[in-house]
């Protein structure tokens, strides 16, 4: 019963979707019985009368016939019109799609073209942000921060770089830039280098840092995709470690950087994300989370670094919760290299 209630339901739709050519079918349909009751009755009628009617029969056929015309070329109106309808959104949709092509296509060019000519400008500027030891507020470290000249965010940078097929390069080419720093910073203190997935798994990154000193050199894994296998990482990451170069996962706690995702790599460095950072010293759970942090750190063996330490009272209760280093406005901000040399980096305690 439901499926005949459904069938039927289904019936109606159509019918009172196409309720006018239904109404000129049934229009068609009448007037032809009407036609061949006239015709049979005006032939009997000829007969009848001994044919004084019989010369006005072809002439009785053809207006009935004609009449009986009259729907299908209303049907045929009505279809050609939904058709032309039909054809003008589809050849409206194409027109957007195309257009919407022709953008990209256009935009493309624009970002590899600007991509470009960062990379023959020699890559990013570069910039350097001190690391401190919480409890001694001694630099231990810088992290290598680009910068572009339009003043847009690097990750977005990157990320348009990686669009357009150059973002290995891009990277690369920050690496080399960085690496210029090696020479000025003192023998114990390490310089870090932001890179993607990608770039870590690159052969050209680890001829780059053997013209380095690579045992000084951090590289702090940042991503914006989920990683699904971590095989090629693991082994990308053992080779560089038997060269010295030690790994960072940076953002920890936000993002990708979860928890497995710090324990399948087994990073030397956690970098708390800033966001978890800020504030803490006002927030019981994130507090508890600093806490946690600091045992889990332990436990693996890696330094834990909390970012964007900004006042007083955050460094305070870091140190007292345990977390050994530090880098934020608090202790120095981003800086060129030249004034690295000049102006030494101290901690407001």
């Not at 470009?116 to 992290?143: F, K, N, S, W």
Request: charge should be negative; proline fraction near 4%; hydrophobic fraction near 45%.
């Amino acid at each position: 019963m439901e499926r005949l209630t459904s069938v039927w339901g289904r019936v109606r739709r159509r019918v009172w979707n196409h309720r006018f050519e239904a109404l000129a079918m049934v229009t068609f349909m009448v007037e032809v019985a009407a036609a061949g009751a006239a015709t049979g009755a005006s032939a009997w009628l000829g007969r009848f009368l001994g044919g004084a009617h019989a010369a006005g029969l072809p002439a009785d056929v053809f207006l009935a016939f004609a009449a009986c015309w009259i729907p299908l070329c209303v049907i045929d109106y009505r279809r050609c019109n939904r058709e032309t309808a039909l054809r003008c959104r589809v050849e409206a949709e194409l027109e957007r799609e195309a257009a919407a092509n022709r953008a990209r296509e256009e935009e493309f060019v624009a970002v590899r073209l600007a991509v470009e000519d960062v990379l023959a400008c020699g890559g990013p500027r570069i910039v350097y942000q001190p690391i401190v030891e919480m409890a001694t507020g001694a630099v231990v470290g810088y992290e290598a921060l680009s910068r572009f000249a339009d003043g847009v965010v690097p990750s977005e940078w990157f990320a348009r770089a990686a669009r357009v097929g150059l973002g290995e390069e891009l990277e690369l080419a920050a690496v080399r830039s960085a690496l210029v720093a090696i020479e000025a910073l003192t023998p114990d203190v390490y310089l870090s280098i932001n890179v993607s997935p990608q770039t870590l798994c690159s052969p050209r990154l680890l001829q780059e840092l053997h013209a380095s000193s690579p045992r000084r050199i951090v590289l702090e894994l940042t991503e914006h995709s989920a990683v699904e296998d971590y095989c090629e990482y693991r082994a990308a990451i053992a080779r560089l470690r038997r060269e010295g170069v030690r790994l960072a996962v940076d953002d920890a706690g936000a993002g990708y950087a979860s928890f497995r995702h710090i324990v399948d790599l087994n990073p030397d460095i956690i970098k708390i994300d800033g966001s978890l950072v800020q504030g803490a010293h006002l927030d019981p759970s994130r507090r508890s989370l600093m806490i946690a942090f600091v045992s889990f750190a332990s436990d693996l063996g890696a330094s834990l670094v909390a970012e964007c330490v900004e006042v007083e009272p955050e460094a305070e209760a870091l140190r007292g919760w345990g977390v050994g280093f530090g880098q934020g406005w608090l202790f120095g901000r981003p800086a060129e290299l030249s004034a690295e040399r000049s102006v030494p980096v101290s901690t407001r305690r």
